[in-house]
T-cell receptor, first 113, second 109 residues
Framework: IAGITQAPTSQILAAGRRMTLRCTQD?????MYWYRQDLGLGLRLIHY???????GKGEVPDGYSVSRANTDDFPLTLASAVPSQTSVYFC????????????FGAGSRLTVL | GQNIDQPTEMTATEGAIVQINCTYQ??????LFWYQQHAGEAPTFLSY??LDGLEEKGRFSSFLSRSKGYSYLLLKELQMKDSASYLC??????????WGAGTKLIIKP
């Protein structure tokens, strides 16, 4: 089934630990994105990549890093997790053409204690 | 600053019609999107408006007025499965998406 796979679905980790959220798409979309969703707030863009080999900072990039070694994978790393990074993280992708509609993964719920 | 405003929560009755409004103030405009998000799930695309007017897609319609910075999503013949959050997003002049906080729609029998 074509789409986006995120892992893990849910994770609890201690503050200060390193964590990588994985994201893989099989739609051959050029662009990929990482958002966080917090109660009462709109989706906020963390990092994005318009094509393999390039990345850019979104609205809330501090404390996060990404890489885009190939078209399909776009992992998000928290180098040293803090409680304010407790959130639901969504990976998304789009084919940069026409309306540029986003397709989202199922999300990763992260709790930092 | 850039801002998207939507009501936090709305309640409607099964079989009825509901209109969810979205007003925006952004740096430029390159399209407005509506997404549906069921609790605990990913957002899914509903509609896209870039020109003024009404776009109809089955039971769902979306309207845009660029001069007023205003859009609405109209849901007809409401079904229980329409209970979800509805997210409004605007693409600005830098082609970045600005998201509203979403409107939680509760459908009652």
């Amino acid at each position: 089934i074509a789409g986006i796979t995120q892992a893990p679905t849910s994770q609890i980790l201690a503050a200060g630990r390193r964590m990588t959220l994985r994201c893989t798409q099989d739609m051959r979309h050029n662009a990929m994105y990482w958002y966080r969703q917090d109660l009462g707030l709109g989706l906020r863009l963390i990092h994005y990549s318009n094509t393999a080999g390039t990345t850019g900072k979104g609205e809330v990039p501090d404390g996060y890093s990404v890489s885009r070694a190939n078209t399909d994978d776009f992992p998000l790393t928290l180098a040293s997790a803090v409680p304010s990074q407790t959130s639901v993280y969504f990976c998304a992708s789009s084919d940069i053409s026409g309306a540029n509609v986003l397709t989202f993964g199922a999300g990763s719920r992260l709790t930092v204690l | 600053g850039q801002n998207i405003d939507q009501p936090t929560e709305m309640t409607a009755t099964e079989g009825a019609i509901v209109q969810i409004n979205c007003t925006y103030q952004t740096s430029g405009f390159n399209g407005l999107f509506w997404y549906q998000q069921h609790a605990g799930e990913a957002p899914t695309f509903l509609s896209y408006n870039v020109l003024d007017g009404l776009e109809e897609k089955g039971r769902f319609s979306s309207f845009l007025s660029r001069s007023k910075g205003y859009s609405y999503l109209l849901l007809k013949e409401l079904q229980m499965k329409d209970s979800a959050s509805y997210l409004c997003a605007v693409r600005d002049s830098n082609y970045q998406l600005i998201w509203g906080a979403g409107t939680k729609l509760i459908i009652k029998p």
